[in-house]
C-alpha cells in the first residue's frame, strides 16, 4: 500500500489523502478547541473528501519452488523459485458510486533460489515495485485516458510518453472522447518517446484529436529458463 501511494504522489496528477492515519490527524485538529495548543500557531483545519477511492485485494499469492537436473552431473539440481500474485483492482468514484476500473491483475518472477533455500530479498522488492507501477498506470488510465494529439503522416500521436507505463507493441483500443462512447477501432503502439509516442492503424477508421484510448491487457507469462543443448542432442 505504501509504494502504491509513492507511485500516486509521483506522478503530481493526483492529490492523494491520508486515511490510515487519519485518527491521529482528527486528533490534532482537536488540540486548539481542548485548549491544549494556541489556535493562532495551529489552526483549526478541515479534512478533505476524495474524488477517487483506490480497493482491491490479494487474490492469490503462490510460491513455487523448481528443481531442475543438471545435464551430465549426477544428483546436481538448479533450483529456482516463481513468485505469482494476482490482485483484483477496484477504482471507485466517491460522489457517483460508479466502478471507473475493475480488473485483474497478475503478476509472475523467477529467479534463482539460494543455497540456503531462503526467498531472495531481491525477488520479493522488485515484485512490491513491479506491482506498484502498474497499479498507479492503471489509475492514471482510468481517470486520465490516454488520449490522440493528432495524426502524424502514417501514425497518430499520443499523449503519453517514457515511464507512463506504454510500450512498444501495446495495442490500444479507441473511442470517441465526445459524445456517445464508440468503438472506432484498434491502434499498435510503434515508438515512445520522451512525452509522446506513435501509434499505426491496426483496424478501424474516424480516428481523430482527442479520441481515448484503452489499453488491451497483456497475457502475463514466465519465461521458463533453460540452457543450451549440446550438439546432437
Do not use: H, M
Not at 33 to 52: E, F, H, I, M
Not at 144 to 169: E, H
Amino acid at each position: 500500500t505504501g509504494r502504491v501511494v509513492e507511485e500516486l504522489v509521483a506522478t503530481r496528477r493526483f492529490r492523494v489523502l491520508e486515511r490510515e492515519r487519519g485518527a491521529a490527524i482528527l486528533r490534532e485538529l482537536n488540540l486548539g478547541p481542548q485548549g491544549l495548543s494556541d489556535p493562532k500557531q495551529l489552526p483549526r483545519g478541515k479534512v478533505l473528501a476524495a474524488r477517487y477511492l483506490v480497493a482491491g485485494e490479494v487474490r492469490t499469492f503462490r510460491v513455487q519452488v523448481r528443481n531442475r537436473a543438471v545435464p551430465g552431473a549426477a544428483g546436481r539440481v538448479v533450483r529456482s523459485v516463481e513468485l505469482e500474485v494476482e490482485i483484483g483492482l477496484r477504482l471507485i468514484d466517491s460522489q457517483t458510486s460508479l466502478l471507473v476500473a475493475a480488473e485483474p491483475l497478475v503478476y509472475t518472477a523467477r529467479q534463482p533460489l539460494p543455497g540456503n533455500g531462503r526467498l531472495p530479498t531481491t525477488l520479493l522488492r522488485d515484485l512490491q515495485s513491479s506491482i506498484a507501477r502498474q497499479l498507479r498506470v492503471t489509475v492514471v488510465d482510468a481517470v486520465f485516458p490516454i488520449r490522440v494529439l493528432g495524426l502524424a503522416g502514417d501514425t497518430f500521436l499520443l499523449d503519453r510518453g517514457t515511464g507512463q507505463g506504454l510500450t512498444k507493441g501495446d495495442v490500444l483500443e479507441v473511442f470517441t472522447g465526445k459524445g456517445e462512447r464508440r468503438r472506432l477501432g484498434v491502434l499498435e503502439v510503434v515508438e515512445v518517446g520522451p512525452k509522446q509516442s506513435r501509434a499505426r492503424l491496426s483496424e478501424g477508421r474516424g480516428i481523430a484529436e482527442g479520441d481515448e484510448c484503452r489499453r488491451r491487457p497483456r497475457k502475463a507469462q514466465v519465461k521458463p529458463t533453460s540452457r543450451p543443448k549440446p550438439e546432437g542432442w
